[in-house]
């Protein structure tokens, strides 16, 4: 049996495919920068199942903004500074130094089902440091040319939201792995 949430704010997909004359079940489930595939017999009953994951590299950079989306060009350019420092130093990012009177961490707030925290990074933005949060918003990897996976939400110390900005983000696979059931499955 397969369950699936599909449209429900899960990266998720469930399909039926035909390979080498089978009909087979196909069902990804995803968070950032991984997806996790199964391939199942449809009716076959309940079987142990290995799983195809796949890792990717994500590079994000700013995207041309909408016409009425006026953030200032100075704070566009220290994110994309930041953007560019995450990529080639993926997680060493410090936060912006504590001061009195700051929100409790992370100014970005809880989660959603529909989104998640890919990374946070700090940006000197008009004399201040601010904090970049990189959001993947679930269900939404899109063909080429369409609608990147990912926004910055920039964040001022007190935890307001001061910007929503888009990016353009681009994907290449650093490794597939097969994951084979484990033996006690389904006993």
Do not use: K
């Amino acid at each position: 049996m397969t369950f699936s949430i599909n449209g429900r704010g899960g990266d998720q997909a469930f399909d039926l495919i035909a390979l080498d004359g089978r009909v087979l079940v196909v069902y990804r489930d995803s968070v950032y920068a991984e997806d996790t595939i199964t391939l199942a017999r449809p009716f076959a009953g309940p079987t142990a199942q290995d799983v195809v994951r796949v890792r990717y590299a994500l590079r994000h950079r700013v995207a041309p903004q909408p016409a009425d989306t006026a953030y200032p060009p100075a704070l566009l350019a220290a994110v994309g500074r930041g953007l560019a420092g995450l990529a080639q130093h993926p997680g060493t990012a410090a936060a912006c130094p504590e001061r009195a009177g700051d929100a409790p961490r992370p100014w970005h707030g809880a989660g959603h089902y529909t989104f998640e925290y890919a990374a946070a990074f700090p940006v000197r933005y008009n004399g201040h440091c601010v904090e970049v949060a990189v959001v993947n918003l679930l269900s939404s990897y899109r063909a080429p040319g369409g609608q990147s996976c990912c926004m910055a939400w920039v964040h001022d110390r007190q935890g307001t939201q001061i910007a929503e900005i888009a990016l353009a983000t681009e994907r290449r696979v650093l490794a597939v792995d097969r994951i084979p059931a484990p033996e006690d499955a389904l006993r």
